[in-house]
């Protein structure tokens, strides 16, 4: 099986799974439907899952460390603190602003842990800076984790340049995730380059654009009422007609190469380099084998330069997050 490095710890098949839509923000699923495509990601070859403690908040680690108990020395989960989560409220309103202390950056391990129902986290994120803390507290109490052996490689969310050489001057970093996609390009500026440079793996999150990228969303009225996708930017009803067109372009490049606009998506993805690992969501199995096979789509550098060209940011109307959510990326 193919594999790519994160960092000097971790060999991950190069397609991972994001499993956030599973519990949490896109309106979920039933158990028996997100457990069965667990299993499945692991029967294709898959070995890389991406979980967080907010992301239900709590029920999406509970439901990995259920579904993957038995294959557990066959798979790779990572998991992030960071946020404080209220006791009162559901989803996102439990969130509270950050909070990367090194005492709760410890709490929030031991409680991961035990809802895992693991003795080891496989990748530890920070998912977002703290802009109260020290990098290099956080990092620092995170190296703690891994000398005890509660932890394997460390990781960072949404992170600087500048934070990501601070944090592994304290500890090596295996891995950073941030949104990447051909048409949300931030970490192409400067992240990519300290990244190659240290030998970190970098995990584009959201590689299909929040699902938009398939070709599959329309209009807002196709979500849920409770998808939190509908209170962002690109997922508003003008800056989806606007957009449409721009997606119309991947379809027909797709069409062309005989694979489907989300696979030609994470194609280009995965075409910039080998320390890159998307992790897109699938709460469907049809959806999950379509991403896994994006790994073996090949491209040759007139076909990455043209797609994206195609869909280069600069055509795509609204921007990724709200602009209270963008206050906290780039750390």
């Not at 842990?113 to 986290?121: A, C, F, S």
Request: with cysteine; charged share 25%.
């Amino acid at each position: 099986m193919q594999t790519r490095k994160l960092g000097t710890e971790l060999n991950v098949y190069p397609v991972g799974l994001g499993c956030m839509g599973m519990s949490f923000a896109y309106g979920g699923q039933p158990e028996a439907e997100a457990i069965a495509t667990l299993h499945r990601a692991v029967e294709i070859g898959v070995n890389f899952f991406d979980t967080a403690e907010v992301y239900g908040p709590y029920e999406n680690e509970i439901l990995l460390g259920k579904a993957l108990k038995s294959v557990r020395n066959k798979v790779t989960i990572a998991t992030k603190f960071g946020f404080k989560i209220l006791e009162e409220g559901t989803g996102l309103d439990r969130m509270a602003g950050v909070d990367s202390r090194p005492e709760h950056v410890k709490a929030v391990a031991e409680a991961s842990l035990k809802r895992l129902g693991t003795d080891v986290i496989d990748l530890y994120y920070q998912h977002r800076v703290d802009p109260n803390v020290p990098i290099e507290d956080t990092v620092g109490a995170m190296a703690e984790l891994v000398r005890e052996g509660k932890v394997r490689a460390l990781g960072l969310s949404e992170a600087s340049a500048a934070t990501i050489r601070r944090a592994h001057a304290v500890h090596p970093i295996a891995a950073v995730q941030s949104e990447y996609s051909l048409w949300t390009r931030d970490p192409e500026d400067e992240v990519f380059a300290v990244c190659r440079e240290l030998g970190i793996g970098f995990v584009p999150y959201s590689p299909l654009g929040r699902g938009l990228l398939t070709g599959t969303i329309a209009r807002p009225e196709t979500l849920d009422d409770g998808d939190w996708r509908r209170t962002l930017p690109r997922f508003q009803a003008e800056a989806m007609e606007a957009n449409a067109k721009v997606i119309a372009t991947l379809e027909k490049m797709a069409a062309e190469k005989g694979v489907t606009s989300a696979q030609l998506a994470l194609a280009w993805v995965l075409h910039q380099g080998d320390f890159i690992v998307p992790i897109p969501g699938a709460r469907k199995i049809r959806h999950l084998e379509q991403n896994t096979a994006a790994a073996e789509i090949e491209l040759n550098a007139a076909e990455v330069a043209a797609i994206g060209d195609a869909l280069s940011p600069d055509k795509v109307m609204g921007k990724r997050y709200t602009e209270e959510l963008l206050a906290l990326v780039n750390g």
